[in-house]
């Protein structure tokens, strides 16, 4: 019987762990420690933090939005990845890239110098628009900004 027990408990733990290791969820990045997948540059600023987490669960972190779209337009898409990228007004959170709202602005100052941000809400994109004297662009906009501007 108790046999059965432990055998029951072993294949629990097997299957949550097969559960969590495939997520598509984002993970903190560890800012002064992890380094940024497509430059290499160590991840340090909590405001343009960026991560691709593949279908398998791997997961890909940046610094920069431009790093993690440089690097999204080089791999195959008949992969599934989910886009995080961090709350420029918000940083402990990360935002699907699906639903965010990206930001251009000089007066922004980004990790790899495209200037790009990114908000959870149009209200807050709208007024830093008007602080940062910015530009509105979508996710398709701006990976084509990055490939064309890439040196």
């Not at 432990?6 to 800012?31: D, G, M, N, Q, R």
Request: proline share 3%; aromatic share 14%; charged share 30%.
């Amino acid at each position: 019987m108790r046999s059965k027990k432990i055998l029951f408990f072993l294949i629990s733990v097997s299957i949550l762990f097969l559960l969590t290791a495939c997520s598509k969820e984002p993970e903190p990045i560890e800012y002064g420690s992890d380094t940024c997948s497509n430059c290499r540059m160590l991840i340090t600023d909590q405001k343009f933090g960026s991560e691709i987490v593949t279908d398998k669960g791997k997961i890909f972190k940046f610094d920069s939005i431009e790093c993690m779209a440089n690097f999204y337009s080089t791999q195959k898409k008949d992969e599934n990845f989910s886009l995080w990228v961090t709350d420029f007004k918000h940083p402990e959170k990360f935002i699907d890239a699906d639903k965010a709202f990206f930001l251009r602005s000089d007066k922004i100052k980004s990790p790899m110098g495209m200037n790009l941000a990114a908000f959870s809400d149009k209200n807050e994109l709208d007024k830093a628009a008007s602080a940062f004297n910015g530009t509105q662009i979508n996710w398709k906009e701006l990976v084509d900004y990055v490939k064309n501007n890439w040196d």
